[in-house]
């Protein structure tokens, strides 16, 4: 079972002009790939490093880590495994490199915090392989790839979590403080470049600027689909990732701020009252899998809090969802079962964007 438990090991190191920098070594960011990884493993009997190992479970990083530097996804990192027999259960397919699932960034990061920590040249060595995988798989247009489609992907993400420590890195990460003027000249190149393929991937809408898709083609930049189920559209979900990357940026440009308040804007436009999703528990023969022992049913609540859809429309910001099959739907009940449970077709998301959002005015008015 994943341990929630966050184990916080707190850092006070010398940062390069002689301040003191507090940091975490936790393995949060690693959540998803350990659900991932739990969809297809019901009975997990062995055991598990606690978040207090950071050393083994960094070492269980490198032991895994791919030649390229990358990190296949959807793996336990904290379990107590043979790696090769893991890697021996995997296609081809799933053993290569990916950002999918938010991969290979968080453990770039976890590496450079033990490095602080434990000082062994391996895990600096690794997340430096690391960062040179990010950068050399970084497109021309800006963005990163992901796993089901060969385009600019926020799906996951992809290419705001690169961006993101490479955001953090330019901004001083303590973690990263033994990075030569090489490599930190070209993060700061593919930053920029990232950055402004984000801004212009912004969606407007009749002149209004709105929020972002999942996935953009490589070369118009309009918004496509990967997997059958994810149709083109403006996503509350990864445009979320987006705005916290917008909102962490030290002096921000007006491109930049603009960018955010339209976004923040649309996000009040398109939010759903009235209606709340229920979680109804099932049967054990009618359950799908495992880790969804229920079924999702949409309730309705004059009294519910606003909660927004995965998918809107680009014409016209209508709500949608999609079968396993790739047919749009407008009703969840209207979904196959499986992708039903298995998707998350309405949430909450942009809570945490308008709860942080007024602090962030305050900041960039200083």
Request: proline letters at 4%; aromatic letters at 12%.
């Amino acid at each position: 079972m994943i341990n929630n438990k966050l184990f916080i090991v707190f850092i006070f190191a010398a940062c390069s002009l002689g301040a003191s920098a507090q940091h975490t070594i936790t393995t949060e960011r690693f959540n998803d790939g350990i659900h991932h990884w739990n969809l297809v493993h019901e009975h997990r009997d062995y055991p598990r490093y606690t978040e207090a190992q950071y050393e083994k479970i960094a070492d269980n990083l490198i032991a895994y880590q791919n030649p390229d530097g990358g990190w296949m996804k959807n793996i336990d990192w904290l379990g107590i495994l043979d790696t090769d027999s893991v890697k021996a259960g995997l296609d081809e397919d799933h053993l290569r490199s990916t950002l999918d699932n938010r991969n290979t960034f968080p453990q770039i990061e976890y590496l450079a915090d033990v490095y602080l920590v434990a000082k062994a040249p391996k895990y600096k060595a690794a997340a430096l392989k690391g960062l040179e995988y990010l950068l050399t798989t970084q497109k021309e247009n800006g963005g990163w790839r992901g796993w089901d489609v060969d385009a600019i992907t926020y799906n996951d993400d992809v290419t705001t979590g690169a961006l993101e420590l490479f955001r953090n890195i330019l901004q001083g990460d303590t973690s990263f403080s033994w990075l030569d003027k090489g490599i930190l000249d070209r993060i700061r190149k593919g930053y920029e470049k990232g950055l402004d393929l984000t801004l212009r991937c912004q969606i407007v809408q009749d002149g209004v600027k709105a929020a972002w898709a999942q996935q953009y083609d490589n070369v118009t930049l309009q918004p496509v689909k990967a997997r059958t189920f994810e149709l083109p559209g403006i996503s509350a979900d990864e445009s979320c990732g987006v705005v916290f990357l917008l909102m962490g940026i030290d002096n921000p440009s007006q491109e930049v701020i603009d960018a955010v308040e339209g976004a923040v804007a649309w996000m009040e436009r398109v939010k759903i009252q009235g209606i709340r999703v229920e979680r109804v528990p099932l049967s054990k023969d009618k359950i799908i899998n495992h880790e969804y022992p229920y079924d999702n049913v949409v309730v309705e609540d004059p009294n519910a809090e606003p909660i927004w859809a995965r998918f809107y429309e680009v014409s016209d910001n209508t709500p949608f969802m999609c079968t396993r099959q790739g047919q749009k739907v407008w009703k969840l009940a209207d979904v196959n079962a499986e992708r039903r449970t298995g998707y998350d077709w309405y949430g909450y998301w942009p809570k945490k964007v308008l709860a942080a959002y007024p602090a962030w005015q305050k900041k960039i008015k200083k």
